[in-house]
């Protein structure tokens, strides 16, 4: 039976379990690698700009999302935006309970289209709305690794 025929009797699939040796490695791609390394490097946001529709994307692509054109105007953007929605996670990733509530928010970048997922802090969830200030605190440059956790997390101010 070739591979694209439909099977009609599945009592004739066979199914082996096992393991196979496999490792995947995933890059940030173009655009990711220079939002990241700037990140890392100098400490400031960059973002893609559409000289087409002038949605402005942070982290960066490499093509617009609405006209499909090809983003290559880089432009740093603010490390303070707009709260414009959170939660409150109760477990982890693997779904253990972890030891106390984390805030995430998706914040808006000022001069930005797009938000970002990140963790909040120093803030309470009953001192959260729609729109509030925040801003990003990042680690010590010394510690930074090129990765979305160089944002340590956003906090209330400007
Ligand atoms: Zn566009």
Same mark, same amino acid.
């Given at each position: +039976?070739? %591979?694209n =025929?439909? +099977?009609?009797?599945?009592?004739e699939i066979?199914?082996?379990?096992g &393991?196979? @040796?496999?490792?995947s490695?995933?890059?940030?791609?173009?655009a990711?690698?220079k939002?990241?390394?700037? %990140?890392?490097?100098?400490g400031?946001f960059?973002?893609?700009?559409?000289?087409?529709?002038?949605?402005?994307?942070? @982290?960066?692509?490499?093509?617009? #999302?609405r006209?499909?054109?090809? !983003?290559? =105007?880089?432009?740093?953007?603010?490390s303070s935006?707009?709260? =414009?929605?959170?939660?409150? %996670? *109760?477990?982890?990733? &693997?779904? #253990?309970? %972890?030891?106390?509530p $984390? !805030?995430?928010?998706?914040?808006?970048?000022?001069?930005?289209?797009?938000? +970002?997922v *990140?963790r909040? &802090? &120093? $803030?309470?969830?009953e #001192?959260l709305?729609?729109?509030?200030?925040?801003?990003?605190?990042?680690? @010590?440059?010394?510690?930074?690794?090129?990765?979305?956790t160089?944002?340590a997390?956003? #906090? @209330?101010g400007?």
């Amino acid at each position: +039976m070739a %591979l694209n =025929e439909r +099977m009609e009797r599945v009592g004739e699939i066979k199914i082996w379990y096992g &393991n196979l @040796p496999v490792e995947s490695l995933y890059t940030a791609g173009i655009a990711g690698e220079k939002f990241f390394r700037t %990140l890392k490097d100098q400490g400031k946001f960059l973002g893609a700009r559409c000289v087409q529709c002038g949605i402005v994307y942070v @982290p960066g692509r490499i093509f617009c #999302e609405r006209c499909f054109n090809k !983003l290559d =105007e880089w432009v740093q953007v603010a490390s303070s935006g707009t709260l =414009e929605s959170w939660t409150e %996670l *109760h477990v982890d990733i &693997n779904g #253990e309970k %972890l030891d106390a509530p $984390v !805030l995430v928010g998706l914040i808006k970048l000022d001069g930005t289209s797009t938000v +970002m997922v *990140h963790r909040l &802090n &120093n $803030v309470t969830r009953e #001192e959260l709305k729609f729109g509030l200030q925040v801003k990003a605190v990042l680690l @010590p440059k010394s510690k930074r690794t090129g990765a979305i956790t160089d944002i340590a997390y956003f #906090e @209330p101010g400007v």
